[in-house]
Antibody, heavy 119, light 111 residues
């Protein structure tokens, strides 16, 4: 049973960089695709992007100039960086695992972490 | 405005059945696998259906998926109070550089 745990600051100032980490326990990080999905308060799901160890990363076109998803194999962690944040980036951010890309079969999710962008 | 269109809400009594539609286009639903997720209040989404019709282990067969053309459908039979949740469809959109897309979500109320 894989366990995913997101961590990072709950409050980020406008124009700064949002940095989150997803710690993966119980699975080999290089066997799966790793996704970040966010949900603004009271809203639906928004795909942020995904990566595969040793493979390509794919990002939401509306975020691609500001987002980076990467894997740290030594720490068994997946990270998300989003630069130049605004209030519109306030959301619960979920780390999630899938067997393959294409936004399909995302079968394990972290509990999510709320990030608020405010001065 | 979501790329995939879902009805905002559906409702039915316990024991009855409901269907939730997810309408997209040739660049997403029609040409890629669709997944369905259930989100209970305050929790992370849970995978119900993948590859249009497949259920992960542990998901009861009361939940089923189908797809025809640009519309995917989630059906739930034998409704239970615990099924009250928001349901999302998701797939890949291969226009431009490709991106993951979700429906806006459908709130299921079990009357």
């Amino acid at each position: 049973q894989v366990l995913l745990q997101e961590s990072g600051p709950g409050l980020v100032k406008p124009s700064e960089t949002l940095s989150l980490t997803c710690s993966v326990a119980g699975d080999s990080i290089n066997d799966y695709y790793w996704n970040w999905i966010r949900q603004s308060p009271g809203k639906g799901l928004e795909w942020v992007g995904y990566t595969l160890y040793g493979g390509n990363s794919y990002y939401n076109p509306s975020l691609t100039s500001r987002v980076t998803i990467s894997i740290d194999m030594s720490e068994n962690q997946v990270s998300l960086k989003l630069t130049s944040v605004t209030a519109a980036d306030t959301a619960v951010y979920f780390c999630a695992r899938s067997d393959y890309g294409g936004n399909n079969k995302i079968d394990s999710w972290g509990q999510g972490t709320l990030v608020t962008v405010s001065s | 405005q979501s790329v995939l269109t879902q009805p905002p809400s559906v409702s039915a009594a316990p024991g009855q059945h409901v269907t939730i539609s997810c309408t997209g286009s040739s660049s997403n639903v029609e040409s890629n696998y669709v997944s369905w997720y259930q989100q209970l209040p305050g929790t992370a989404p849970k995978l119900l259906i993948y590859d249009n019709i497949q259920r992960p282990s542990g998901i009861p067969d009361r939940f089923s998926g189908s797809k025809s053309g640009t519309t995917a459908t989630l059906a739930i039979t034998g409704l239970q109070p615990g099924d009250e949740a928001v349901y999302y469809c998701g797939t890949w959109d291969r226009s431009l550089s490709g991106e993951g897309v979700f429906g806006g979500g459908t709130k299921l109320t079990v009357l």
